[in-house]
């Protein structure tokens, strides 16, 4: 038996525990998403507000099925970037490339659907999702190479 206050041989201590974080590469650090979430919210904001009302009241009617799909698309992605990047998720830079893909086809794809006319809101618009198209896939790239030491 050992007596009180003697610890056995090889004992140290009790070891500090440091809480865990997304890892950050590249130096894409956590803020750094952050921030980019609420440039990818603003950006889409602004894009969606500068457009105008469709041509007629059957616009939407002519627009195929497709075109509706790929915007469904960008939606989810749009809110799965939000939310990855908000909580400080490298893997919200993959969603928020692709989100932004989407929009720059969905601006692409707008005017030669008939849903709107080719108009200055539109090269606004136009953009305002490449911006975020590049910036996200700038950002990205940065997130996928090794850290310094």
């Known amino acids: 038996m050992r007596s009180p206050g003697q610890e056995p041989e090889g004992w140290q201590g009790p070891v500090a525990v440091r809480p865990r974080r997304p890892a950050a590469a590249g130096g894409v650090r ?25 041509n007629g009241p059957h616009a939407a009617d002519s627009t195929p099925a497709w075109i509706g799909v790929i915007g469904d698309v960008t939606l989810i992605l ?11 998720r490298r893997w919200g830079l993959g ?3 692709y989100a932004s893909a989407g929009l720059v ?7 030669t659907s ?6 200055a809101w539109w090269f606004g618009q136009l953009a305002i999702s490449v911006g975020l198209f590049f910036g ?7 997130a996928s190479t090794p850290a310094r030491p």
């Not at 749009?78 to 400080?88: D, K």
């Not at 008939?114 to 108009?119: E, I, Q, S, Y």
């Not at 996200?136 to 940065?142: G, P, T």
Request: aromatic share 6%; hydrophobic share 60%.
């Open 114 to 119: 008939g849903h709107h006319d080719v108009a």
């Open 105 to 111: 086809t969905l601006s692409a794809l707008c005017p």
């Open 78 to 88: 749009l809110f799965t970037a939000f939310v990855a990047l908000l909580a400080g």
């Open 30 to 54: 956590p803020v750094l998403l952050r921030w980019w979430a609420a440039v990818l919210a603003v950006g889409v904001t602004v894009a969606t507000m500068i457009e105008p009302v469709p």
């Open 136 to 142: 996200s896939l700038a950002l990205r790239s940065r």
């Open 95 to 97: 969603a928020a490339t």
